[in-house]
């Protein structure tokens, strides 16, 4: 940044479930400052002020653009699928207690039938759809809540959310698995075999998982073994979950590295070769691309 | 307890992965004191002393029957089922810092295939024959961790555990449904439909949970059935993976009366009527029975 303050001409801030993620930008789009905090679920807009404040301090109120769940129960209505990319249109959301910037919310998607909410994925598929245009099939986003979105002509037409990787991380780093799953490495071998395992038969899911515990206890089975079998079992079951959203679908998966591997893995052992994009900065880009949508379209800027 | 100290005549110990509990037994069967503990999991036996140490001081070491966690990895070894509640013959466990108590512990249960580990049921089954003599059938053991135990002649066959229980806590304590599911109330029509909707499709499950929290925010739905379809869920699901476990079978569950009291509900919705067993106790039941059988064998009290 420059001697002189440059203030942002606008901020993009991804408010996710454990992360929130801001940029300041220049006008020719240039990324000049980024922040991130770790939050509480459910903390709410309080915290907006903390994270991009230093950015803030012009003449004018600086443009505040967010998804996730900053916009969540307490933001902008939801958006009942099918819903037109296009139709993303950010919803002002007054913050009485600062008049140094104008923020807006990207509404979110819901579904009724089965209930189920984005929390800022419709916003990355914006951003996907940026990266790859036109594209038709279903898109994984892989995460504490992994989403698979249903996607035709620019239309995100229906969405399934599993809380996979939110369970994997309380059962992996609290329950009586913990000793037997601590670690970072990961069988892959382990991982094969658990995820045909439970997708053959994923009722037996409540049973498979102590299992992991007692093979460990009674045959000194290592720990990237039994993670690698906690995961398998854990995607094996999404995957079960989730078969009309990939079996014969053109799947895009984008995602952390870690996570992306072990879906695009996943994927390959049912047949399905899936692609995938990097996910760095898909809600940025997808923010940036609503932002310009709204400007072409002579909203306020 | 009288003026002058008087000593327990044993100790039973009853190692849980959550709590320790500890009774001191006179002569005559009359309960002395009893004791509770919160534990971590994995402290292992160096909280004993802590738990028992008031009632230790005689001339001769109290013998000490303990029973769950205590004798874990660390502990006796396991036996093999099938076992004979007969064979359940306390082992020796010399705790070299403290010469006031003489531990004994009572082998756990180990299964091959699938790989499994009892902690203390083993001695709640022989408690729960005390109170059942002659039982064949199925013992239900619900708690953290739920485990199904085949008995027959006076015998454990098989059995299986699932984490139903512990992951019911971590989903409704920590996990992004716990807005939605707290409190203590549970509406029974929600749980019989969850139940009936799991058990029908287990396959749906990864995608079932996320979608209480999405009704709940789109529909406004109430936490107490928030909540019933979050344990009918994950109950429904036990039930499909230990089918073989109740399905025709004589089944006996004993456990805390609001689990009991739902793993009832669901097991008759499958048209099981299941007996219920006052769970109070079972381990020190299971225990006394231990002993007896042990002295009455001509081994050292």
């Not at 408010?15 to 789009?29: K, Q, V």
């Given at each position: 940044?420059?001697a002189?303050p440059?203030?942002?001409d ?7 479930s ?6 300041a ?9 980024e ?19 230093d950015?803030?301090?012009?003449t004018?109120p ?6 996730g ?13 099918p ?55 279903v898109v994984c ?19 399934q959310?599993?809380?996979?990787g ?16 601590d ?15 439970s ?8 049973q498979r ?9 009674l045959?000194g089975?290592?720990n ?17 979950a ?6 014969g679908?053109?799947?895009?998966v984008?995602?952390t590295?870690v ?5 695009v ?23 940036a691309?609503?932002?310009?949508a ?8």
């Amino acid at each position: 940044m420059s001697a002189t303050p440059t203030y942002a001409d606008w901020i993009a801030v991804d408010w996710g479930s454990s992360t929130a993620r801001a940029w300041a930008i220049a006008a020719d789009g240039t990324i000049l400052a980024e922040a991130m905090r770790p939050i509480a679920p459910a903390v709410g807009r309080a915290m907006l002020t903390d994270l991009i404040g230093d950015w803030l301090g012009g003449t004018v109120p600086t443009p505040v653009l967010a998804c996730g769940l900053c916009g969540g129960t307490d933001g902008a209505p939801y958006l009942s699928v099918p819903v037109k990319l296009a139709a993303l249109c950010p919803q002002p959301a007054p913050i009485q207690s600062d008049c140094r910037l104008a923020l807006a919310l990207v509404p979110g998607l819901s579904q009724t039938q089965p209930p189920d909410l984005t929390a800022g994925e419709e916003t990355r598929v914006a951003g996907l759809l940026a990266r790859l245009p036109g594209f038709d099939g279903v898109v994984c986003l892989p995460g504490a809540q992994t989403r698979w979105l249903q996607i035709s002509a620019e239309e995100i037409i229906s969405f399934q959310t599993c809380m996979t990787g939110e369970i994997f991380g309380l059962l992996a780093g609290q329950a009586s698995l913990r000793p037997v799953v601590d670690g970072t490495a990961l069988d892959t071998a382990a991982f094969d075999a658990a995820l045909a395992d439970s997708l053959t038969d994923p009722r037996r899911l409540a049973q498979r998982l102590f299992a992991i515990r007692a093979d460990a206890v009674l045959n000194g089975t290592v720990n990237p073994v039994s993670r690698a079998r906690l995961s398998g079992a854990l995607i094996g079951a999404e995957l079960a979950a989730t078969r009309p959203y990939w079996l014969g679908q053109d799947v895009v998966v984008a995602g952390t590295p870690v996570l992306t591997e072990l879906y695009v893995r996943a994927l390959s052992q049912q047949g399905v070769r899936a692609r995938v994009i990097d996910g760095t900065r898909l809600a940025l880009a997808g923010l940036a691309r609503i932002r310009a949508a709204q400007i072409k379209a002579g909203g306020k800027p």
